[in-house]
């Protein structure tokens, strides 16, 4: 059985830091992409960051609505199946639940990844 378990989500002011975890088990993981998104309130659920494999390639959101490029960064440990979002100079609109998904191929959309996890809570405060 496939599961994603992240951790690390937190009340936190803005200007301030948060690293989350997605542990994976039931899975190959290397086999694996992997992927960070996030939903707040009446919101749709999206994209928020993504790594390939093996780690060497990262993306991440990049519009001018949802930009978080510059400020998180998004990488994994094969070893340990777990992925990480380390988030800088977080913003009171940075508020949603966060979610990993894997999948076997990269993909910024949320609609073709196979796992979830549950999610975890980030909430910032101005």
């Known amino acids: 059985q496939v599961q994603l378990v992240e951790s690390g989500g937190a009340l936190v002011q803005a200007g301030g830091s948060l690293k989350l975890s997605c542990v994976a088990s039931?899975?190959?993981?290397?086999?694996?992409?992997m992927a960070w998104f996030r939903q707040a309130p009446g919101k749709e659920r999206e994209f928020v960051a993504g790594?390939?494999?093996?780690?060497?390639?990262?993306?991440?959101?990049?519009s001018y609505a949802d930009s978080v490029k510059g400020r998180f960064t998004m990488s994994r440990d094969n070893a340990k199946s777990t992925v990480y979002l380390q988030m800088n100079s977080l913003k009171p609109e940075d508020t949603a639940v966060y979610y990993c998904?894997?999948?076997?191929?990269?993909?910024?959309?949320?609609?073709?990844?196979?796992?979830w996890g549950q999610g975890t809570q980030v909430t910032v405060s101005s």
């Open positions: 039931g899975v190959t993981f290397r086999f694996y992409a």
């Open positions: 790594i390939n494999w093996s780690g060497v390639s990262t993306y991440y959101a990049d």
């Open positions: 998904a894997a999948k076997t191929f990269y993909s910024r959309r949320a609609s073709t990844y196979d796992y």
